[in-house]
DNA sequence: CTGAAAGCGCTTACAG
DNA sequence: CTGAAAGCGCTTACAG
């Protein structure tokens, strides 16, 4: 059975569509008793207006395409609930899309997302590539960067500083002694080039060369243990690895538990996010956090910000990471 | 600027409206030639379809509403992870809503879901009260509980045998040598309940009685530990903690930290989930794998069955659980 | 093979 | 204060 339509409340109420819709609008021209009728009808058939019709007409949706790599992934739990919190507050709803950081699939995502005439979109880029993005813009669709940018580009964005947390996890690692450092990083994007930038970049800065096969980038969707089991195959004796974040850094826990090498006393770990489980790992986590839920927020407020004033400048915030040391370091 | 519609499609390349939409419908009746200049056209202007026109037209949206509790639980993300693979693969999105476990945001998240005019719904009710169900039986949506179902009423759901869950962690406990067992329970949702009933069941036919006291229901949104905490500061002194997830049984762990208990030595600890975290905690957590991503899975399929044959019977899937047994236990 | 027209469920000027 | 009519962006019988 098809919902309820205005037109059943009318009908049941005797009054015309159009005063059913003034008096469920609560529009002032409408007499308390006549208002009074529609509210009661509509009430007993269960009415709800379609968002479709009201969309069709207003040229809004109140939703906002949310599209990030999976949600499996805490760090953008962290940060869609931080959307979340903020868009409730002001009525709009999420439409949740994931690339699984397949260009690919973010294209079709984001085709669905245009479908739904989203009101505006916040997004977390597969690729450090402008096709995503020009796309956005030739359909002038509000949109917002969460979590990584692209280079090159006028347009909002909600990052932290990468370059600072490569460097961030360079500087630690040596003062703990560690020269031979494993990079287990992300693909593509541009946050992956930009840790990746600082964290060479600080590791020449105190003489130290890393040699390219350090460094391994994990490909989608894969485990990253078998980056890590890759390198020691080749005979690679890291006495540290850094992980582009808390997830690879969890994987990567586990993947030396199953070669018996122990952490910190064989090797040391650390990755970026500083999720909430990284406090209660085996050892516990050294990390970087990089405030998801933050990221979350100020995303969503600049989105808000672009639907209210059409015309506004693009906001660029860049957030301060901030090392969190623990035992696996 | 809003977006290109089907009359700047059929204007730029001079056919009618009703053609092009032929053409990018694939229809068989328009003439290879007008297809091509239609496509073209569509093309260059960057011509996305509305779902909303479609929709509004076809009845359907092409989403599925998901409520859960909130996405920051794993257990969530692996449950509408299972969802979202089953939907992509059927060209049907995900419109995710949160109730944070509270009646009124779930009340409300049910309105804009419905307004959304979603072709489906799958959720894990907040109470194992009927309200829920009952709007969205009158309402006619399609629907399928995942995680919890609600006693008494006929409706498709899929969740796993909670009494013996309970009933499980019981005899684990029991076996273990664990008597005083302080169980953290979740509140409301009718899991929780037959997980007790499971648990109490259990220990009963041991010769074991638990007083009410050694019962703690953590409230929505707090972190567990407290209850934890309330405990201990009433003087009971537990021998093991059995939660009613895996999300508290970390904060049950980071709670025990705190106070300097250790876990098993001291104190064991179980939880429900087998999230993947749980290998790899402080020390790795004793659980009960409950099939989350399966869970998925399954009540995205039986929702698509719904779509598909509107008359078709209730399914109900109960899917069993495993013990994980590791070393917090 | 193509086009004019009606209609999906709403809202708001425009009359009264 | 209320109603008839037009229109939001589509699709599909109905003619031709």
Chains 1, 2 share one sequence.
């Not at 509000?142 to 360079?170: E, H, N």
């Not at 964290?199 to 890590?228: C, D, E, R």
């Not at 790992?281 to 059409?310: C, F, H, V």
């Amino acid at each position: 059975m098809a919902p309820a339509t205005l037109k059943d409340v009318a009908k049941r109420c005797g009054v015309s569509l159009a005063t059913a819709s003034r008096a469920l609008n609560n529009r002032s021209e409408v007499s308390p008793i006549t208002r009074a009728k529609v509210l009661k009808a509509a009430e007993e058939i269960g009415y709800v207006a379609s968002s479709l019709a009201k969309g069709l007409w207003s040229g809004e949706t109140k939703v906002i395409g949310v599209l990030i790599t999976t949600i499996e992934n805490p760090f953008y739990a962290n940060v869609v609930s931080g959307i979340e919190k903020v868009l409730k507050d002001h009525s709009y709803n999420i439409l949740l899309c994931s690339s699984y950081e397949e260009v690919d699939q973010e294209w079709a995502a984001l085709t669905v997302l245009l479908e739904q005439r989203v009101d505006g979109l916040i997004l977390a880029p597969v690729q450090s590539k402008p096709e995503v993005v020009e796309r956005l813009q030739k359909n002038s669709v509000p949109f917002v960067l969460v979590g990584r940018s692209i280079p090159g580009i006028d347009t909002s964005y909600v990052v932290c500083d990468d370059f600072k947390v490569g460097a961030m996890a360079a500087e630690h690692l040596l003062e703990q002694g560690h020269e031979k450092v494993l990079f287990i990083n992300s693909s593509r994007n541009y946050s992956a080039e930009q840790r990746l930038q600082g964290f060479l970049t600080t590791m020449q800065q105190h003489g130290i060369n890393i040699s390219p096969k350090w460094i391994k980038t994990v490909p989608a969707n894969q485990n990253a243990k078998y980056s890590l089991f890759e390198a020691l195959d080749q005979g690679l004796e890291p006495s540290a690895v850094f992980c582009f974040c808390d997830c690879m850094a969890l994987e990567i826990l586990s993947g030396l538990k199953e070669r018996g090498l122990k952490v910190p006393a064989d090797i040391a770990v650390m990755g970026v996010d500083n999720l909430n489980v990284t406090e209660i790992t085996d050892p516990p986590l050294t990390t970087i956090d990089i405030q998801n839920y933050e990221m979350g927020i100020r995303s969503a407020e600049i989105i808000l910000k672009k639907l209210q004033e059409p015309g506004a400048k693009h906001e660029q915030i860049i957030l301060s990471p901030k090392l969190v040391k623990r035992n696996s370091t």
